[in-house]
Every structure is written in C-alpha cells, then in structure tokens.
C-alpha cells in the first residue's frame, strides 16, 4: 500500500474551508485541468456519510470513469471518500481539517494501490507516484489560490 500526505494552510476558519470541501463541484476547481476531471453525479441532497459521487477523467489521454463513496462524514473535522470502481485496486482519501495558527491546516492522507500485482507495482513505481505527487502539488498550489 502506498501512502502520500500533504498538508497546506490557509487564513480562514475551519467551518469556511470544510464548507469549500462539503461542495463536490469544487473538486472540479482544484484538480488539474490536464486531467479533463468532471463530475457526473449531482449531489441533490449534498454530501453525506453513504453519498456517492461518480467522475470522469483522462489520464495520459485514456478515458476513465471513477465512482467514490463518503465513508465518513464528520464535519468540519474530516470527511473519507473511497473508490468503489476506478482505476486503483484501492483508493481511500481522509481529509482533515485542523485549526492552528488563526486559519486552517488541510490535511489530505491518500492510501492506494494500483492492480495488477507485480505489475501495478512497478508502474507505480515508474509512474502513478509522480502524477499523484504532481496533482496533490497542483490541488495544494490552487487552494493557497482560492484562500488567499
């Protein structure tokens, strides 16, 4: 199992910051446009412990389709989405919101692994850790953006 964890802080208060990250459209907002990422799911009654949200995206131009479940919703502390059907054999994303320092600290703990055995381990090693790296460094870039 993999793990990566950023953590980036911002000037405003916990509650304004989760409320950011209760909306699933803005995960539009601080994914990398290279992705192509979308929504397909409209949250008609937000998000929630047993929501589910379904996405496409593009990764190195192949088209995918990913659903996520909310497998915990705790607000404004935290909330975990897990991959029911995408790309990864495992995907389990917590995130965290800390107050410190007069702001925000948002704390984002990803675990995943790819398929595929000995296989998935070494493109993960060759390429899945590098394109994570860079689309939590882009998400980390465009919520000190946003925030600002």
């Given at each position: 199992?993999?793990?990566?964890?950023?953590?980036?802080?911002?000037?405003?208060?916990?509650?304004?910051?989760?409320d950011?990250?209760?909306?699933?459209?803005?995960?539009e907002?601080?994914?990398?446009?290279?992705?192509?990422?979308?929504i397909?799911?409209?949250?008609?009654?937000?998000?929630?412990?047993g929501?589910?949200?379904?996405?496409?995206?593009?990764?190195?131009?192949?088209?995918?389709?990913?659903?996520?479940?909310?497998?915990?919703?705790?607000p404004?502390?935290?909330?975990?989405?897990?991959?029911?059907?995408?790309?990864?054999?495992?995907?389990?994303?917590?995130?965290?919101?800390?107050?410190?320092?007069?702001?925000?600290?948002?704390?984002?703990?990803?675990?995943?692994?790819?398929?595929?055995?000995?296989?998935?381990?070494?493109?993960?090693?060759?390429?899945?850790?590098?394109?994570?790296?860079?689309?939590?460094?882009?998400?980390?870039?465009?919520?000190?953006?946003?925030?600002?």
């Open positions: 199992m993999h793990e990566l964890t950023r953590t980036v802080w911002v000037p405003h208060p916990r509650a304004e910051v989760f950011f990250f209760s909306k699933a459209e803005n995960l907002k601080i994914t990398p446009p290279w992705l192509r990422f979308r397909q799911t409209a949250l008609s009654n937000g998000m929630k412990e929501a589910t949200i379904a996405y496409s995206l593009r990764v190195h131009g192949v088209p995918l389709r990913w659903l996520t479940v909310i497998e915990k919703w705790n404004p502390l935290e909330f975990i989405d897990v991959q029911l059907n995408g790309p990864y054999r495992v995907w389990r994303h917590t995130h965290r919101f800390v107050e410190i320092d007069g702001g925000t600290s948002i704390e984002d703990l990803v675990q995943y692994e790819l398929p595929f055995g000995i296989l998935g381990r070494l493109v993960q090693r060759l390429q899945v850790a590098r394109d994570v790296d860079e689309i939590f460094d882009y998400r980390a870039r465009e919520i000190q953006r946003i925030f600002r």
